[in-house]
Nanobody, 124 residues
Framework: QVQLVESGGGLVQAGGSLRLSCVVS?????MGWFRQGPGKEREFVAG????????YYADSVKGRFTISRDNAKNTVYLQMNSLKPEDTASYYC????????????????????WGRGTQVTVSS
């Protein structure tokens, strides 16, 4: 049974930083982070292949967020710097079981397993 558990969310002032973690049970997957703000659709934030060799970011977070993984710990991270109020959202990690995918999936329907989310609130 595959389980994904996020942690690390919280309240931070604009310009601050947070690091999210996602512990994954089961085998190694390509992984993604998504977020859903109030009244908004869930959107792709960042993704990383199961080897860590392919990484992709949404334009809105490029240069501020960094995705990484430690397969020995079955954990994926999202380091978020220079946070802005518009980054306020529930953040979800997700697992894509298609390990042969040539790139990083950005669409929600490509991800097979989801965590319950962790809330990030950025105050102005």
């Amino acid at each position: 049974q595959v389980q994904l558990v996020e942690s690390g969310g919280g309240l931070v002032q604009a310009g601050g930083s947070l690091r999210l973690s996602c512990v994954v049970s089961g085998r190694t997957f390509n992984m993604g982070w998504f977020r859903q703000g109030p009244g908004k659709e869930r959107e792709f934030v960042a993704g990383i292949s199961w080897t860590g060799g392919r990484i992709y970011y949404a334009d809105s977070v490029k240069g501020r967020f960094t995705i990484s993984r430690d397969n020995a710990k079955n954990t994926v991270y999202l380091q978020m710097n220079s946070l802005k109020p518009e980054d306020t959202a529930s953040y979800y990690c997700a697992a894509d079981k298609f390990s042969a995918r040539p790139g990083v999936a950005t669409a929600r329907y490509n991800y097979d397993y989801w965590g319950r989310g962790t809330q990030v609130t950025v105050s102005s």
